[in-house]
Structures are given as C-alpha cells and as structure tokens.
Antibody
Framework: EVQLVESGGGLVQPGGSLRLSCAAS????????MSWVRQAPGKGLEWVSV???????YYADSVKGRFTISRDNSKNTLYLQMNSLRAEDTAVYYC???????????WGQGTMVTVSS | AIRMTQSPSSLSASTGDRVTITCRAS??????LAWYQQKPGKAPKLLIY???TLQSGVPSRFSGSGSGTDFTLTISCLQSEDFATYYC?????????FGQGTKLEIK
C-alpha cells in the first residue's frame, strides 16, 4: 500500500526548532518530487517546500532561510527542519508526493506544529 | 506569485444537484492545475490533475475543464459524501499556490 506517515510535530516556543519526518511505504521517495504543505487552523492550504528527485530544493518565501527540506534514501523518509519558528508557522504540516504530473497525489495524515510561549 | 481565485467561496446544494466551482489564475498556467477535496480533520485528496484528468479511483461524476487562466470543477450528481471543501492549485511555477477554497454544504 502506498502511504505517507508524518511525525515530529508538537509545541515549541517562538525562536525554537523542530524536525518533521515523513516515512514513505509502497514507493521510493528519492525517485519522486516530494513536498511539504501546511494548513493554519481554519485556513487554506499553503505550499512550503519541494525536493526534486535530482536533489534540487525550493521554498516558499515565508520559510526561505529558516526551513530545510531533505531526505534519507536509506530510510525512504522525507524531512523538514524548521528553525527560528514563529507564531505564524503554527499549522498542520502535510507531506505529499508528486508522482502524477506534479500534482500532490498522496498525502500523509498531517502533524500539528504549534508555536507558542 | 500566481494568485488563484475560486468562486464561490461557499455553496449550498442538495443531493443529486449538479454544481460547478470556478478557479481563475492571475496569469496563464496552461493546464498545470489540480483540484482537491478536503473533509474536516482529514488530508486533502487529489481529484483532478492536468486540468481535466480524473485521478485513479475518483468517481466519474467529477470532471474538470479549462486551460490558460479559467478552470472549472463540476460534480454532476451530488452524493452525500461530496460535501466538503474543494481547492484548486497551480503547479505551473513556484511558488505552487492554492485557491482559497470552496465549502460545499448541504442545503
């Protein structure tokens, strides 16, 4: 079964750091484009970052310089390292694969990140 | 960034109705457009990609059309499980952007 499972969310103080993980099964992370998308409480969807199969990475301006996307091919897992967190980063974070024409075809269940003192 | 504008923002309809949601891009995106369905507390689900291609396993009552700047999602005969929020999304250029969502509610 093709599946993505996120972990690593939680409560963190402003200025703090957190690393999210997204474990894939049923397909190979490194062979596909993979993204992180977030959704603030009661709000719409916001794309955060993508890593291409070749390793190139791109970020939304709102997180550039603070967040880093990466993957561990041996663990078939995607990561999002989040530093210098702000209250406005509070959201559910989803990882998603882009195996179908670059649309987000498989999504994880999401992990909640709350930035608050 | 390309701005995606959906209309309406909310919509009330009855089971069996035909409904259409529109999505307009602030600049041309060819056919690099997807539609998603999201239910409360759940991850979004891909319905349509490349503007008009039905994702595997999605019922045929869903259809998409358009290219360039104007797109539509049509649900031909609403079922109870279709009441949800729908988002369009462009993947023509970075940053990928979503519409603000259309909440489809039961009349």
């Amino acid at each position: 079964e093709v599946q993505l499972v996120e972990s690593g969310g939680g409560l963190v103080q402003p200025g703090g750091s957190l690393r999210l993980s997204c474990a894939a099964s049923g397909f190979t992370v490194s062979s596909n484009y993979m993204s992180w998308v977030r959704q603030a409480p009661g709000k719409g969807l916001e794309w955060v970052s993508v890593i291409y199969s070749g390793g190139s990475t791109y970020y939304a301006d709102s997180v550039k310089g603070r967040f880093t996307i990466s993957r561990d091919n041996s663990k078939n897992t995607l990561y999002l390292q989040m530093n210098s967190l702000r209250a406005e980063d509070t959201a559910v974070y989803y990882c998603a694969s882009q195996r179908t024409d670059d649309a987000f075809d498989i999504w994880g269940q999401g992990t909640m990140v709350t930035v608050s003192s | 960034a390309i701005r995606m504008t959906q209309s309406p923002s909310s919509l009330s309809a009855s089971t069996g109705d035909r409904v259409t949601i529109t999505c307009r891009a602030s600049q041309g995106i060819s056919s690099y457009l997807a539609w998603y369905q999201q239910k409360p507390g759940k991850a979004p689900k891909l319905l349509i990609y490349a503007a008009s291609t039905l994702q595997s396993g999605v019922p045929s009552r869903f259809s998409g059309s358009g290219s360039g700047t104007d797109f539509t999602l049509t649900i031909s005969c609403l079922q109870s499980e279709d009441f949800a929020t729908y988002y369009c999304q462009q993947y023509y250029s970075f940053p990928y952007t979503f519409g603000q969502g259309t909440k489809l509610e039961i009349k």
